[in-house]
């Protein structure tokens, strides 16, 4: 059986991108009433939050703009594959700067998922070059990790960093 992604999958996927950023905004503001500056490791939560959730936005939006200049399926897959690992790869190495200034700000878990990271990216680019024949299953992939980057750093922002990652170089 060959996998399908269809229109309504990514838009569904646009809305629930939207709907974190929208929901993230309105905690942020809620939750900055009686504080007046973000904290680094604040801002990097809140920075990890959005930057995901865009490439969600913008990566299922990929497809239906790219099948407005009516290429083949094939094409069509391995273009939006390229199109969303280059917004992955914006995304993750804005994640690492801004990690490497904070490193404080930083968590076990961020690190493990960054490091992951790297599974999801040899995979969309081996569907570019169509190492990979599941293009569209790939694509969705990639698109359900950057979703899952952007959740779990909404319950980092919302319920606390107990894993930070310390520097222990000092003990």
């Known amino acids: 059986m060959y996998f399908t992604l269809s229109d309504e999958v990514l838009l569904a996927l646009a809305q629930i991108a939207v709907s974190i950023i929208g929901f993230s905004g309105v905690v942020v503001t809620l939750g900055r009433a009686e504080k007046e500056r973000w904290s680094a490791s604040e801002l990097l939560q809140l920075r990890t939050l959005v ?22 399926p094939e094409h069509l897959w391995r273009v939006a594959n390229a199109g969303l690992l280059g917004l992955h790869a ?22 493990i998922i960054s490091a992951m990271s790297v599974l999801v990216y040899v995979a969309q680019f081996a569907s570019v070059f169509n190492v990979i024949r599941f293009q569209e ?24 960093r107990s894993n930070l990652v310390t520097d222990h170089s000092t003990d």
């Open 51 to 72: 930057e995901p959730s865009m490439v969600v936005l913008l990566g299922s939006l990929l497809p239906l703009l790219i099948a407005l200049a009516d290429v083949s």
């Open 137 to 160: 299953l790939t694509f969705l992939i990639g698109l359900l990790y950057a979703l899952w980057i952007s959740i779990h750093n909404f319950y980092l922002l919302l319920f606390g």
């Open 90 to 111: 914006i995304g993750h190495g804005l994640f690492l700067a801004r990690g490497a200034k904070h490193k404080s700000a930083v968590t076990r878990s961020q690190q």
